[in-house]
């Protein structure tokens, strides 16, 4: 599975983005998707993950502010992020899970600054 991650850039708190992830390759039996961030010294953090029924899961931190959503026939998933903080500043990276093994898409930069 080929992963193209986009949308990334720079955003005042409070601002809005939407992440783009569009799938390629071996994507039949994709059972998941989903969004994972790093901030430079800290883990790679699960940010928010769709299955293939719809399914969805979400950090705390994000809970209310951020969507995850999965167009099948475009093989995409998205990220929709709402009032965000300096503190989601990241590189975003997509993830996709297909028959155990994971993909990883490049990583897209997101700066939350004034």
């Known amino acids: 599975v080929q992963l193209q991650a986009s949308g990334g850039g720079l955003v005042q708190p409070g601002g809005s983005l939407r992440l783009s992830c569009a799938a390629s390759?071996?994507?039949?039996?994709?059972?998941?998707m989903g969004w994972y961030r790093q901030v430079p010294g800290k883990q790679r953090e699960l940010v928010a993950t769709?299955?293939?029924?719809?399914?969805?899961y979400y950090v705390d931190s994000v809970k209310g502010r951020f969507t995850i959503s999965r167009d099948n026939p475009k093989n995409t998933v998205y990220l929709q992020m709402n009032s965000l903080k300096s503190e989601d500043t990241a590189v975003y990276y997509c993830?996709?899970?297909?028959?155990?093994?994971?993909?990883w898409g490049q990583g897209t930069q997101l700066t939350v600054s004034s």
């Open positions: 993830n996709a899970v297909r028959r155990g093994s994971s993909s």
């Open positions: 390759g071996s994507i039949f039996s994709i059972s998941s």
């Open positions: 769709v299955n293939s029924g719809g399914s969805t």
